[in-house]
């Protein structure tokens, strides 16, 4: 059946209400945009459930009617995994927006699927406790698609991934049924991880309704620095003397080379140059504590006077005020968008055992110049992770078009280099359709037949968000 | 075919050496013994294989040749899940106990699954690291074991379960094949999360022979204090006074009621009273930090002055050397040894959401007291993750094989109440063969159907301890 079919249709409006079922062009054009503008949706049909049952309703009768199902969240993805085909139907999850319940005693947050990420850091700032997810899409971008595509972000080092602070799940199934995973218990052995299958399956192997999310105590208080460093080995060793120092409050440890800097002072309005020269590589090291009695910004000036001695850091800033320290966070945040004067960029978010990004980095500049002479890496990322955003602006002055054409050659060198290393070709962005033949070139056949086996196992009939992630 | 069958000994033999085919019941009799006393094993067969190509081997004539394989770590397991029936060959892990890498800048251990957990805690400590997973049989357990069983012990509040503190893993499949995960990476999001399949599966997903696992600044310091506390409710608001007046660097909250208090300090040797008068409930915490400028002993004096002001302390220990904090822990640690002098102990592993715990402890009180009058609830555990051990002790003076004979149905009303709470029957300890049919009977369909699916995904033929946690 396709999804115009008259009776269909109907059925959908019979189950949310004809409101909810959006048809014209103009209703439907937002569902069918796509971040980076590399893709354009093309279903006719976008379905916008207000509850659970609803949802299984509709996955019900698209699974009887065989016409497969694009969950979308936000649609912030960076891959893909939310645009839709002809013949399928999007169905958005906005509506699932609420909070249904937050206990401060147990540390816990059920909240809907359609939950924008940053009214969750509100509803738990309100308790006086910390959700700690934090990424730059947080205000439009929705909890159901983050756990969908297990974000990481900027505080993974101290907190974890998505998947990390979820307790529990509530997932509509391929057939419509719901399943009742919520208990949010720390220790639960009864059995398999089913709510690990769902995390991180882009929406191939169930719908996420709504999580059980871990809150924690919020920090009272920071201490922010920005530090020139000569290079990766030394930003490395500083990490390692950052964690011990500092009692593992490390909450974040950024890393930004020295283009990607450059170019944040120069295009981020009312940007300024936070050091006195240019450095190779600048580190964004920030230490948090709910601790009231232990503050955090001697621990920094040892460790940095520590840093100094041995020649790990050159030069550096403490931030003096929370404006400063939100001008070094703009720095490093702003720098996808500080990229784009500067012409075409072909990026990748790739991650590799820590030890070897030093000599990850070297290679991939060397075989990514070999490939594009005057080719300009935009290297930043989050360090604490071995997750870097291998990021490659056109040589000055270059055709941005005939550069992007090359996407495919050059990021097949860069994953190369990566898988060789060990690492992996999408540290957080996930596979959507972006990366789906990567995927397949590069991960052993033993991996996707086992994938492939889960997603016979749970969604035989391929009714959700087919070609994506496996196909 | 029977494992006795003389071409298919002779293949093993041929895989592993004749020396690591056991059939003589000498040979055979620890790996058919079980920790507490409830099974016995009735393999004929045990096989020592020395390598994860060996163990892959194994599997695949054991897939080939149709006899069941049932995984031994250590043997510690609690329920029955390592115990095998006639017909069936014990694939023992103990020859694989490599370290094959410890990488310090990474904070990672990459050991095999025969490895004895204190071993590898003793590694971690010999590289200045910590290796948190901690419980009562590390000095025998097995990592693969400990893997397979989600163990969780003494630090779960701080540092996680066993799934928590894995980065990767190994593992041969059910028809030999061997699925390489152990990358290590923190983030990798390119595809289905492969090895949350195998945690907390005991060996029947397939068989764990190696992990990365996640290594931790070593605490440089701790605080330790033994309270009486009038009430659960109060010891849940001195849980969450303490992971904030501490920048969470809680590293324990354990909770023992009197009479478990009561009988650790009459049995264990050299126990003496920590408290000058009975109390009806008890928390033993301990918090840790690897900062080195920030001593903890002030936080938890101010924290205990602030609860003894509330009401919710009426006495406590701190203790003032290592000494005595050893004796501490030795009371909470020597509960289940110092149960067995005061006869049959029928014993529960639950977890429930915290708010709930002080009311179904009330409720379960009462409905074992209402089955067997008398009966003596000696409750203890890890309240910071809502973990009771709920076992009850006979009625003094109460006729042991008469009361353990109503095991079954005295668990079944105590697990009744810990769901109807929406608790789990099984919080550490897993399910094995002693839960199976609790699990059956108390999970919803939905959860048996999905753990069906995905076993029958990977392990069509059932060849990997069949009647473990599904049947």
Request: glycine fraction near 10%; charge should be negative; charged fraction near 20%.
């Amino acid at each position: 059946m396709t999804p115009q079919d008259p009776a269909f249709l109907e059925r959908l409006k019979g189950i949310v209400g004809p409101a909810h079922v959006l048809t014209e062009p103009a209703d439907l054009a937002p569902f069918l945009a796509e971040e980076r503008g590399r893709y354009q949706g093309a279903a006719t049909v976008a379905v916008r459930p207000g509850s659970t049952e609803e949802v299984a309703a509709v996955v019900a009768a698209c699974a009887e009617a065989q016409v497969p199902v694009v969950p979308q969240g936000g649609n912030t993805g960076l891959v893909g995994g939310a645009v839709s085909e002809a013949g399928e139907v999007v169905l958005a999850l906005g509506r699932l927006n609420r909070i249904r319940a937050l206990d401060p005693a147990a540390h816990t947050l059920t909240a809907e699927a359609g939950c924008i990420l940053a009214d969750l850091q509100g509803a738990a700032e309100d308790a006086g406790l910390l959700f700690p997810l934090s990424l730059g899409a947080e205000g439009s971008c929705q909890i159901g698609g983050n756990l969908a595509s297990n974000a990481g972000g900027l505080n993974v080092l101290r907190y974890g991934t998505a998947r990390d602070l979820c307790l529990g799940l509530e997932v509509v199934l391929a057939d419509g049924r719901i399943w009742h995973g919520l208990s949010g218990l720390t220790k639960d052995n009864t059995g398999y991880a089913l709510k690990h299958l769902f995390i991180g399956a882009e929406g191939t192997l169930g719908i996420i309704t709504a999580a059980v999310l871990k809150l924690f105590p919020r920090p009272t208080e920071s201490a922010t620095a920005l530090l020139a460093v000569p290079d990766l080995t030394a930003a490395l060793d500083l990490l390692g003397r950052a964690r011990a120092r500092s009692g593992d409050s490390v909450s974040a440890f950024e890393v930004m080379n020295g283009f990607s800097l450059e170019v944040a002072v120069r295009h981020l309005p009312g940007a300024r140059a936070p050091l006195e020269e240019p450095t190779p590589w600048a580190v964004l090291v920030e230490l948090a504590t709910s601790r009231p009695d232990a503050p955090l910004r001697p621990v920094l000036e040892t460790l940095l006077e520590e840093a100094f001695e041995a020649g790990l850091v050159s030069d550096g800033v403490i931030a003096e005020s929370l404006d400063q320290r939100a001008a070094l966070w703009n720095l490093r945040e702003g720098i996808p968008e500080a990229q784009k004067p500067e012409g075409g960029s072909i990026k990748h978010d790739v991650s590799l055992p820590l030890a070897a990004i030093p000599e990850f980095v070297a290679a991939a500049d060397a075989a990514v110049d070999a490939l594009v002479p005057g080719i300009r890496p935009c290297t930043f990322g989050h360090l604490g992770d071995g997750n870097l955003h291998y990021n490659l602006s056109q040589p000055a002055g270059a055709d941005k078009d005939a550069f992007l054409a090359r996407w495919e050659e050059i990021s097949a060198r860069v994953h190369d280099l990566v898988v060789e290393r060990g690492g992996s070709i999408s540290a957080e962005h996930g596979i959507g359709q972006l990366k789906v033949a990567e995927l397949e070139r590069l991960k052993p056949a033993l991996d996707m037949d086992l994938m492939h086996r889960l997603k016979k196992a749970l969604d035989p009939d391929r009714v959700l968000n087919p070609g994506k992630v496996v196909r």
